[in-house]
């Protein structure tokens, strides 16, 4: 059974950084394309970050480009998200989702298959 747990959430100040770790039980971790997304309270769930399969082609939301980092770790079976300067506005659940096999970076949602329970991400003002 595949799952996706992500952690490193919190509450922090406006500016501040925290980093969201996603540790997935993928057998071919290192063969899917990985992306995170988030949701605030109210809204559709919108796609955040993500790269390929080579963890290359890496793509932002306009939002978080120079503030955000996505990164991996095939050898721990993990993905990154390094968030700094955070805004009171990136308050969401942030979820990590993997892709497909061999997969682009795409920032649709139904392009991934996988998805973890989420995280709560709180900036204060």
């Known amino acids: 059974q595949v799952r996706l747990v992500e952690s490193g959430g919190g509450l922090v100040q406006a500016g501040g950084s925290l980093r969201l770790s996603c540790a997935a039980s993928?057998?071919?971790?290192?063969?899917?394309?990985m992306g995170w997304f988030r949701q605030a309270p109210g809204k559709e769930r919108e796609f955040v970050a993500g790269?390929?399969?080579?963890?290359?082609?890496?793509i932002y939301t306009e939002s978080v480009k120079g503030r955000f980092t996505i990164s991996r770790d095939n050898a721990k079976n993990t993905v990154y998200l390094q968030m700094n300067s955070l805004k009171p506005e990136d308050t969401a659940v942030y979820y990590c989702?993997?892709?497909?096999?061999?997969?682009?970076?795409?920032?649709?949602?139904?392009?991934?298959?996988?998805w973890g329970q989420g995280t709560q991400v709180t900036v204060s003002s």
């Open positions: 989702a993997a892709g497909r096999v061999y997969g682009s970076s795409r920032p649709f949602a139904n392009e991934y298959d996988y």
């Open positions: 790269f390929n399969w080579r963890g290359r082609d890496t």
């Open positions: 993928l057998r071919t971790f290192s063969s899917y394309a």
